[in-house]
T-cell receptor, first 110, second 112 residues
Framework: EDKVVQSPLSLVVHEGDTVTLNCSYE??????LLWYKQEKKAPTFLFML????IEKKSGRLSSILDKKELSSILNITATQTGDSAIYLC??????????FGTGTSLTVIP | NAGVTQTPKFQVLKTGQSMTLQCAQD?????MYWYRQDPGMGLRLIYY???????DKGEVPNGYNVSRLNKREFSLRLESAAPSQTSVYFC???????????FGPGTRLTVT
């Protein structure tokens, strides 16, 4: 059964800390891995990764895919209270299916 | 641009009633999706339309039907609502199937 597992389930940090969120997957015929941020309502897109070892970066956020280990990490440096959200990982396959993990809930305390 | 819009925002149904959730996008995207989000379960794909004129089942299609009315619009129908269908429903669209998806604001559905 295809699945996506995220860890940790939740995390509480202080402003300025660096956090690493993990996503591992067991999905046949992998095509892409995507990270989303979900605050109060709809998820918003962060990164899409298709190639192993290439880091994607946007400001204080970065992500990398390891196809050998079937995993990805999302790093957030110098966290701010505005980073508090649920971070979702999703994986698509060539069979046109999308699988989301249950998310990591991040709380940043001032 | 409005992006992805969904109606209604909230709905309460009695068991056995039917309803249609509407979704529209103005980004000229080819692919559209319907998800449900339940506590502790994450987002689960119900149906998708990879391109205009096609629809396919996702992970949890039972109890639902969809219609890709045109390139802009993708509706989700519950023929006979059940309490297990109480959830938040999100519509999304993307330029092509495996690309980044843009989500609508969601519909909170309660079935009593």
């Amino acid at each position: 059964e295809d699945k996506v597992v995220q860890s940790p389930l939740s995390l509480v940090v202080h402003e300025g800390d660096t956090v690493t969120l993990n996503c591992s997957y067991e999905v046949t015929n992998f095509r892409s891995l995507l990270w989303y941020k979900q605050e109060k309502k709809a998820p918003t897109f962060l990164f899409m990764l298709t190639s192993s070892g290439i880091e994607k970066k946007s400001g204080r956020l970065s992500s990398i895919l390891d196809k050998k280990e079937l995993s990805s990490i999302l790093n957030i440096t110098a966290t701010q209270t505005g980073d508090s959200a649920i971070y979702l990982c999703a994986v698509s396959n060539t069979g046109n299916q999308f699988y989301f993990g249950t998310g990591t809930s991040l709380t940043v305390i001032p | 641009n409005a992006g992805v819009t969904q109606t209604p925002k909230f709905q309460v149904l009695k068991t056995g009633q039917s309803m249609t959730l509407q979704c529209a996008q103005d980004m000229n995207h080819n692919s559209m999706y319907w998800y449900r989000q339940d506590p502790g379960m994450g987002l689960r794909l119900i149906y998708y339309s990879a391109s205009e004129g096609t629809t396919d089942k996702g992970e949890v299609p039972n109890g639902y039907n969809v219609s890709r009315l045109n390139k802009r619009e993708f509706s989700l129908r519950l023929e006979s609502a059940a309490p297990s269908q109480t959830s938040v429903y999100f519509c999304a669209s993307s330029e092509n199937f495996w690309y980044e998806q843009y989500f609508g604001p969601g519909t909170r559905l309660t079935v009593t």
